[in-house]
């Protein structure tokens, strides 16, 4: 039983603009703190964005004031703006849910299966 379902991933030129949504079961997108992931190759996966059950967000420096993480609580979709990307954003994008607003792998209790986003330069 899928828990998080990402999609929306794809390729785009530097500066450019990409949106990902995760679906999440019921029981998950109201009770759990729910985020982003991201790991490239040859690398360990790292938080990119969170967002708790009351709104409050936390970004990755590297992402700050260009990546927004939002949430429709009606659709039960997480979802994440990712505007002026560059190369070192390229990497396999994932979902999580998480208990604590940690933005750590190491908390996460559901993982989706990821979703590429590859920029060119």
């Known amino acids: 039983q899928v828990q998080v379902a990402e999609c929306g991933g794809g390729s785009v030129q530097a500066e450019g603009s990409l949106r990902l949504a995760c679906l999440s079961s019921?029981?998950?997108?109201?009770?759990?703190?729910m985020g982003w992931f991201r790991q490239a190759p040859g690398k360990e996966r790292e938080g990119v964005a969170t967002?708790?059950?009351?709104?409050?967000?936390s970004y990755a420096d590297s992402v700050k004031g260009r990546f927004t993480i939002s949430k429709d609580s009606a659709k039960r979709t997480l979802y994440l703006e990712m505007n002026s990307l560059k190369p070192e954003d390229t990497a396999t994008y994932y979902c999580?849910?998480?208990?604590?607003?940690?933005?750590?792998?190491?908390?996460?209790?559901?993982w989706g299966q990821g979703t590429q986003v590859t920029v060119s330069s």
């Open positions: 999580a849910a998480f208990r604590a607003f940690v933005l750590s792998a190491g908390w996460v209790n559901y």
């Open positions: 019921g029981h998950i997108h109201g009770s759990y703190c």
């Open positions: 967002i708790d059950v009351y709104g409050v967000t």
